[in-house]
């Protein structure tokens, strides 16, 4: 018997990076930061390889430790990387890492001596979004660097890199533009003598809707686990998540009843009011009180009042429900439930975000699939 579960569809991710696959003939990387987006790190990286992802991408040392210690030897990509960690394990673990400063170009040479092997370096340039990524102006002084330390066979120069501002809205200028500034980055790489096995710049919008931006690698994340990132277009994928929960206690209130903290919810008429275990400490998101779209009992229903830190109330009218019936937050949509875009809007978010947040809750995450 469960009280709340997110249930993770093994199938849905493998079948979503299949349908990725058959549109790029550039490997595959797919990103499984952050706990795969929520959906369990080393499950997700399993079934994104069983359907032909080439790579892994993760943000930090840890995340790709923990694919290693799973056992997983596929290669893997590890790009945010602050000071001071100890980068000789990541290349002594055959780890990939992400370089955009003189500094970082100098720790991983420091960690390729530790570790008696040249680490395997992906350079990155920023084009335009402003956050990782050496500036065009400081691009050429990283080349020249990274070209002397790998002619000493401290590092090798696998990749050259780059990540987007606004491919999820098609057409942005942005785009375009980063693109443009990508090109100018790869001819200085030429220039600097390097030539390095993979271009990559797309993630999951560029993957969908720019095949010129698909050079060596693809970098596709939240399509894998078949959210889109462009609004209103679903390119066929999957939603691989669902939450929900065993309405724990019902009632039947009178009208004019204040609901939750704060009482910012009164009901119209008398009702029976449904409790559901989950809250704001399981990724229910306090901006979703008097908006989360849940289903229960065949009907669509909105969260009355606060979502607490435990749970939220359903306002379901003369609607017979009963503790034990099961209230269905988001899934892929078919059954009529909602879907994370639905809690996205409903809480001023995006679908990212509300995956995420359930993932690293105290719920239990159970596969389908394995
Ligand atoms: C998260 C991330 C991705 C994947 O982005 P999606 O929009 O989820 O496809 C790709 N590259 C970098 C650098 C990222 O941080």
Redesign the pocket.
């Known amino acids: 018997m469960w009280q709340a579960e997110v249930r993770v569809d093994l199938d849905a991710i493998r079948e979503n990076v299949s349908r990725l696959r058959a549109l790029t003939t550039a490997e595959l990387m797919a990103?499984v930061?952050a706990d795969g987006y929520g959906h369990g790190i080393v499950p997700a990286a399993r079934a994104a390889l069983d359907a032909g992802a080439d790579w892994l991408?993760v943000?930090t040392l840890d995340e790709a430790l923990a694919l290693r210690a799973a056992g997983i030897d596929a290669p893997v990509l590890a790009?945010l990387l602050a000071p001071g960690l100890p980068l000789h394990t990541g290349v002594a673990a055959d780890v990939d890492l992400g370089v955009a400063s003189l500094p970082q170009l100098d720790e991983t040479v420091e960690a390729s001596r530790h570790a008696g092997r040249a680490a395997r370096l992906h350079l990155k340039i920023d084009t335009g979004l402003s956050r990782?990524g050496a500036t065009v102006a400081d691009w050429p002084a990283l080349l020249d660097a990274a070209a002397k330390a790998q002619a000493d066979g401290l590092v090798e120069v696998v990749g050259v890199w780059s990540?987007f501002v606004y491919a999820d809205l098609p057409g942005h200028p942005t785009i375009d533009r980063q693109l443009a500034v990508f090109h100018e980055g790869l001819a200085m790489v030429e220039r600097a003598g390097l030539r390095p096995r993979y271009r990559h710049l797309a993630?999951?919008?560029a993957t969908l809707t720019r095949p010129d931006t698909h050079f060596d690698l693809v970098?596709?994340?939240?399509?894998v686990y078949g959210l889109s990132?462009v609004a209103g277009e679903t390119y066929g994928l999957r939603p691989a998540m669902t939450a929900r929960a065993r309405v724990m206690l019902t009632k039947r209130i009178p009208a004019g009843t204040g609901v939750s903290y704060g009482h910012t919810y009164t009901t119209q008429g008398e009702a029976n009011l449904a409790v559901v275990p989950l809250g704001y400490a399981d990724g229910v998101p306090r901006h979703a009180s008097n908006t989360g779209p849940v289903q229960l009992g065949g009907a669509r229903r909105t969260i009355a009042g606060r979502v607490c830190m435990d749970q939220f109330m359903l306002d379901c009218g003369d609607d017979p429900v009963a503790a034990g019936d099961v209230a269905t937050l988001f899934g892929d949509g078919s059954d009529g439930a909602p879907t994370a875009d639905d809690w996205a809007e409903a809480a001023g978010t995006i679908n990212?975000e509300i995956v995420t947040r359930f993932g690293s809750s105290r719920v239990p995450r159970v596969y389908d699939g394995e």
């Open positions: 990103v930061k991408g943000c790009w990782g990540h993630n999951s919008a970098r596709p994340g939240l399509a990132p990212y």
